[in-house]
């Protein structure tokens, strides 16, 4: 089956590949890696996948998230500073022009990155789908399954979306490799 991932705006593309291109000068682990842009690609499908289910969630936020919440791990293994590192990229990004969004996404996108790893359900929608969106991918780790109680946005929850999402972390997809240019 053809894989079409959902479309992003040509000028938030621009946004966000500015924002990837920032981040991977820093980068200190494989660019294609457990954590790294191939995960984030799937990230971001799947966050788009979700904001177009409920409007309050915001693409602007998801999208920034998928991009940037595992930006700042220094390892594969255990760093728990490593989402609290990446709410303050966010803010330095903002503050060099880019990362154009209001304060209300800002203080989302900090919030939904400080807290990834072990925030709690429920939270606010946009916050949930940008969680929801990475640990939709776990499966990309042989063994281990996507765990519906930890995810709380109602289409996120689904078995046909939870299975498409397994589906794409197993095989590794790389949805747009334009922003991410493996
Ligand atoms: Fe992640």
Redesign the pocket.
């Known amino acids: 089956m053809e894989h079409i991932p959902p479309e992003i705006d040509p000028d938030w593309a621009l946004v966000l590949q500015r924002c990837v291109d920032w981040v991977r000068l820093r980068y200190r682990l494989r660019w294609v890696s457990l954590?790294g842009a191939s995960?984030?690609a799937r990230?971001l499908e799947n966050g788009l996948r979700l904001a177009a289910s409920n409007p309050e969630i915001r693409r602007d936020v998801v999208s920034s998230f998928a991009v940037l919440?595992?930006s700042c791990r220094r390892n594969d293994l255990i760093d728990p500073k490593h989402g609290a590192r990446a709410a303050v990229l966010v803010q330095d990004l903002s503050q060099q022009g880019l990362l154009p969004m209001d304060t209300d996404g800002l203080v989302l996108l900090e919030k939904a990155c400080r807290t990834?790893t072990g925030g709690r359900i429920p939270e606010v929608p946009t916050v949930m789908a940008c969680w929801d969106s990475?640990r939709l991918?776990l499966p990309r780790i042989a063994g281990v399954e996507v765990r519906v109680e930890w995810l709380g946005t109602p289409l996120a929850r689904e078995s046909a979306f939870v299975e498409a999402a397994t589906r794409r972390a197993r095989a590794k997809v790389f949805p747009y490799q334009h922003i991410f240019n493996p």
């Open positions: 954590h995960h984030w990230v919440h595992d990834h990475d991918d």
